[in-house]
């Protein structure tokens, strides 16, 4: 969604989001306060200034982030998000949602996330493999296959993994496949990864809707941004038997009560560039997308999209965050004593970085594995995942995301006591 399409009183700086959710399981965990002020912080904040010949012979200076919140579990990982509202606020609250992210699905990463200030849409592929590639040597100082190995993210995508791949191995000498994930298959990418965030987050609905009781054939399903997430996870929903009433990207948003086709959706975006304007289709606008009569929201493009503003007209039954942090704390409140069931973030969209972890095991391996067991094995994770989330809910009777933040923050923390303290 763009950033236009949002009221500006509405939106809650990121990072002081990601530390009131880390505060609220703190509390119930009864946190050691020395814990508490290790995983407020973030370990590492790299922030580049570096310039770029445009096309008019003119320098432009752009700002870049790279951001590592916890590596006790293991190396940084997390995607690189190209936008015009990228600030380092946001990449911290980012990064700290990769640390929780991998935790509960259980995957030996920290969490590490990268940004840069910049608007793609108005780029050249050729300007945006030049930033990609100095932004890429910028941030060499703390990446590498054993250190810190980002993904695709916002705006960013398997052909700017390949730059930072190439760019990376020209400097070392060697091909080093392992420096990044969600790759081309090309050049050691995985079966699956493009449309393993999406994959994922459906599991994670299936597994909901059988706790809920629903059947999710006929299901009214709106999904809230066309890019790979929302694109992915429309089309899933479909070939289950959902009906997709609800559509948006950038551009706006689009209603149709009998349910679009999203193959023809998809050909008719890659045409005219936006959903908007799909015959048959009526154009709605970004809130009144969100507050659609329907059965399963998929919020699958930035944060922010879900405050106290509208959670109250918010008329789905499951929420299923595809997209890092759409949904306000204040929001949490007001969903959960509606008795919508939310699928949280930091599990619903866990599949990307699931896949990316197999993409790396095979990269060190040398060894490719078929889409079908990537499929099988991301499904044993996400199912195993959302039980455990699932029960430790029951058990505290909490939300899904305060329960998620606790399994995450006790397995970090565990890590972090066992580890010690250097020197
Ligand atoms: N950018 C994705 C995320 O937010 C994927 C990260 C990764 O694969 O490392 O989870």
Not at 166 to 182: K, L, W
Not at 193 to 222: C, F, M, P
Not at 278 to 284: A, K, N
Not at 340 to 350: E, H, R, S, T
């Amino acid at each position: 969604m763009t950033v236009s399409n949002v009221i500006d009183h509405t939106q809650r700086d990121p990072w002081s989001v990601a530390l009131e959710q880390f505060d609220v399981a703190a509390d119930r965990l009864h946190l050691d306060p020395n814990m508490r002020g290790i995983l407020r912080e973030c370990q590492r904040e790299l922030i580049v200034h570096f310039p770029v010949r445009m096309h008019d012979g003119a320098v432009k200076v752009f700002t870049g982030y790279r951001v590592q919140h916890n590596v006790s579990r293991g190396p940084g990982k997390g995607g690189i998000r190209y936008h015009p509202s990228v600030t380092l606020g946001e990449v911290k609250a980012l990064a700290m949602w990769m640390t929780w992210k991998c935790a509960v699905v259980g995957i030996p990463y920290g969490g590490a996330k990268g940004g840069v200030v910049c608007e793609p849409k108005g780029m050249s592929l050729q300007q945006l493999e030049t930033m990609t590639r100095r932004y890429a040597t910028e941030i060499m100082l703390l990446i590498g296959p054993e250190r810190d190995i980002p993904a695709p993210d916002v705006n960013t995508n398997a052909q700017t993994m390949a730059w930072i791949m190439d760019t990376y191995s020209m400097h070392h000498g060697y091909t080093a496949p392992a420096v990044v994930t969600g790759k081309p298959l090309s050049i050691g990418g995985s079966e699956g990864r493009n449309e393993a965030t999406a994959r994922g987050a459906v599991y994670t609905i299936i597994e909901a809707s059988k706790h809920l009781g629903i059947d999710l054939e006929g299901t009214r399903v709106v999904v809230q941004g066309f890019g790979n997430a929302g694109l992915h996870s429309a089309r899933l929903m479909q070939e289950l038997g959902a009906t997709i009433i609800g559509l948006s990207d950038t551009g706006g948003g689009i209603h149709n009560e009998k349910g679009f086709d999203i193959a023809k959706v998809d050909a008719f975006k890659k045409e005219h560039g936006t959903v908007v304007g799909l015959p048959g289709s009526d154009r709605i606008s970004n809130s009144e997308l969100l507050e659609l009569d329907c059965d399963v929201l998929i919020p699958a493009a930035i944060e922010n999209q879900i405050g106290e503003h509208n959670a109250p007209r918010i008329k789905a039954r499951i929420v299923a965050e595809a997209a890092n942090g759409p949904t306000s704390p204040e929001a949490d409140r007001i969903l959960f004593d509606k008795g919508v069931f939310l699928i949280p973030d930091i599990l619903c969209n866990a599949g990307g970085v699931t896949v990316s972890y197999f993409e790396w095991v095979q990269d060190l391996q040398n060894l490719f594995w078929r889409e079908a067991t990537i499929n099988a094995r991301l499904k044993e994770v996400m199912v195993k995942s959302f039980s455990d989330v699932l029960e430790m809910s029951k058990k505290h009777k909490c939300d899904m995301r305060t329960a998620a933040y606790m399994v995450a923050v006790h397995r970090v923390a565990e890590a972090t006591l066992t580890r010690g303290i250097y020197p």
